[in-house]
């Protein structure tokens, strides 16, 4: 289990050190807040987040469709799916998009598109109570909403991790890393006028259809 974690966290660093989603410009804050400065230290109040404390309990599986969900991206892991992943081509943004419609299509569920500018860096987010409630993965409260993140460079539902390493900073944990400042978008068409001028865009081109034809 800890090589699985260390592993996983050696190419989520790479991925990461390669800079996902670009540079910010003139991003809206679609929940009205003011914007803060980027170079601000983000506290959770600021984005309606409440931070995770709890540590899930390993080894334990159940059949919700959190866990359903959770071993389908075991099986992109084990596929090879970060071996598609292109920098400024096929990245975060876009393995977010095709994960979006993935599990919107498969699980009958919606799922949201999170856009971090501080962590230039983007992954998805499924409701807790369209998935099950479990303490097994990290759940995240926004607007009084309960979320859980999923990971779509590396994918995976987002559980509690200690000693974390992204993008050239080191975090305490997994929950350090993703409570930032977020926007949530509810398709790839939302998140293209969150994201403005940025070097990406939320959408899937030809070749990342062709590349996405020899993944199976």
């Not at 540590?55 to 099986?75: A, F, M, Q, V």
């Amino acid at each position: 289990m800890k090589n699985t974690i260390v592993i996983t966290g050696v190419i989520l660093a790479i991925i990461m050190l390669s800079g996902c989603i670009g540079r910010p410009v003139n991003v809206n804050d679609p929940s009205g807040d003011k914007e803060q400065p980027a170079s601000t230290i983000y506290k959770p109040q600021y984005d309606k987040i409440q931070t995770p404390t709890l540590t899930p309990t390993p080894g334990i599986s159940e059949n919700l469709l959190i866990d359903n969900i959770s071993r389908d991206l075991k099986d992109f892991n084990e596929k090879g799916w970060d071996k598609l992943y292109e920098t400024n081509e096929f990245d975060c943004s876009r393995m977010t998009t095709f994960m979006w419609d993935y599990i919107r299509t498969k699980y009958r569920i919606p799922s949201k598109i999170i856009v971090a500018p501080n962590r230039e860096h983007a992954w998805l987010a499924v409701r807790v109570k369209d998935a099950g409630d479990t303490d097994r993965y990290l759940n995240w409260t926004v607007k009084g909403v309960d979320y859980y993140f999923i990971e779509s460079t590396v994918p995976r539902v987002v559980i509690f991790e200690k000693d974390v390493y992204f993008g050239g900073n080191w975090y305490g944990t997994t929950s350090d890393f993703y409570t930032t400042r977020i926007y949530i978008a509810d398709d790839p068409s939302q998140a293209n006028d969150l994201t403005g001028g940025w070097s990406t865009e939320f959408r899937l081109t030809k070749p990342d259809i062709d590349k996405l034809s020899t993944f199976e």
